[in-house]
């Protein structure tokens, strides 16, 4: 008896330290119009005592080296945002930041990040970013759009 009334409150604490984990980090190679273009997107999360953190980043969308026939010179829109739910009955907050440019014109990586005070287990905190852009005739598409969003629940309780 004694036995069953130890491991019940350990397996609950173990479960609920696993819920506030962050979520692994996205970092890869996103690719458009069937692989001919592409950009490198990270989003990634952290934690410190009492705060919660993500950063979204995009590079710059560039032609895909290795598909032959790609075509310089599309117009793309890069948009990042981080946001955060305080708790369940808070609205999203977003800070967010936009790049546009012509794929083949060096660029910096556009990116953005905010924090917020581990105050509640509804917290909620998210990174997206959202790639458009049009395509090369070579690639069989007008244009492409992606959407990248990792979000955290619970931030880091």
């Known amino acids: 008896m004694n036995v069953r009334v130890l491991v019940l409150p350990l397996l609950m604490f173990t479960s609920a330290a ?17 692989s001919h273009l592409q950009a490198k997107v990270d989003i ?4 410190t005592t ?11 969308v560039k032609d895909n080296p290795f598909v032959p026939g790609v075509e ?3 117009e793309y829109s890069v948009f990042v945002a981080s946001s955060i739910k305080p708790s369940s009955t ?7 930041a936009q790049q546009d440019g ?24 998210k990174g997206t970013v959202i790639l ?7 690639s ?6 992606k959407t990248i969003e990792r979000t955290w629940v619970g931030c880091g309780l």
């Open 18 to 34: 696993s819920a506030g984990a962050p979520p692994p980090n996205f970092s890869q190679q996103v690719y458009l119009c069937n």
């Open 44 to 47: 990634t999360f952290g934690q």
């Open 50 to 60: 009492s705060t919660a953190t993500v950063q979204s980043q995009s590079g710059q």
């Open 72 to 74: 310089s010179g599309m």
């Open 90 to 96: 808070a609205s999203w907050s977003a800070v967010s």
């Open 102 to 125: 012509l794929v083949g014109t060096p660029q910096a990586p556009v990116a953005i990040g905010n924090s917020t005070f581990v105050s509640s287990s509804s917290c909620q905190i």
């Open 132 to 138: 458009s852009t049009g395509c090369p005739n070579a």
């Open 140 to 145: 069989g598409m007008t244009q492409d759009y």
